[in-house]
């Protein structure tokens, strides 16, 4: 079974310009996740999608916002970037919620954000 | 809310040396435990997780953990290291009802010859 996947693996912007991740789960998984990697606050969760809904939501600005389409293929959007948003972002999918392994999470490689 | 701490930043041991990397955590629920593991460039890889039932849990690549209720810690342990074992890992909790994984700050592990 293929992996999460993650495109692209490395972005450079500009401040104040936007970006989006995309994130493609397990197959057959349902829930995506999103988290935040940077050496000063470490890994944080920044939101979680289940048929097509955001579920669950981190402390993170209104800039960051993300969807999940009917294939549970995810996008994460970041706006009006700043130097601070520079980081990893790592999507991670599980299984139905509730169901099974659920409580497993398999995350993808990354994309490795440089805001310039 | 949960909250992990993993008391040390950085572990340096020898090849073939015993290692223990300490993690503790804080919940006012009940939650499941996890550690992570990863490798420069990549994502994070799930070494063990502990659910409920046998406090000792054996993951992948030979690590064990020790889930401890009284002292809430989950400390990873290894009897002999190698150098591919060189990676930064990650304790994690989650609630029993969500997805949401808290993280430790990570301790890197390094594996000298």
């Known amino acids: 079974k293929a992996g999460v996947t993650q495109t692209p693996r490395y972005l450079i912007k500009t401040r104040g310009q936007q970006v989006t991740l995309s994130c493609s789960p397990i197959s057959g998984h349902r829930s995506v996740s999103w988290y935040q990697q940077t050496p000063g606050q470490g890994l944080q969760f920044l939101f979680e999608y289940f048929s097509e809904t955001q579920r669950n939501k981190g402390n993170f600005p209104g800039r960051f916002s993300g969807r999940q389409f009917s294939n549970s293929r995810s996008e994460m959007n970041v706006s009006t970037l700043e130097l601070g948003d520079s980081a990893l972002y790592l999507c991670?999918?599980?299984?139905?919620?509730?169901?099974?392994?659920?409580?497993?999470?398999?995350f993808g490689p990354g994309t490795r954000l440089t805001v310039t | 809310a949960q909250s992990v701490t993993q008391l040390d930043s950085q572990v340096p041991v020898f090849e073939e040396a015993p290692v223990e990397l300490r993690c503790n955590y804080s919940?006012?629920?009940?939650?499941?435990l996890f550690w992570y593991v990863q490798y420069p460039n990549q994502g994070l890889q799930l070494l063990l997780k502990?659910?409920?039932?046998?406090?000792l849990v054996k993951g992948i690549n030979g690590f064990e953990a020790e889930f401890n209720k009284s002292q809430t810690s989950f400390h990873l342990r290894k009897p002999s290291v190698h150098i591919s074992d060189t990676a930064e890992y990650f304790c994690?909790?989650?609630?029993?009802?969500?997805?949401?994984?808290?993280f430790g700050e990570g301790t890197q592990l390094t594996v000298n010859p």
């Open positions: 991670a999918s599980r299984s139905t919620p509730g169901q099974g392994r659920s409580y497993e999470q398999y």
């Open positions: 994690a909790v989650s609630a029993y009802s969500g997805s949401r994984l808290t």
């Open positions: 919940s006012s629920v009940s939650v499941y």
């Open positions: 502990y659910l409920s039932g046998s406090t």
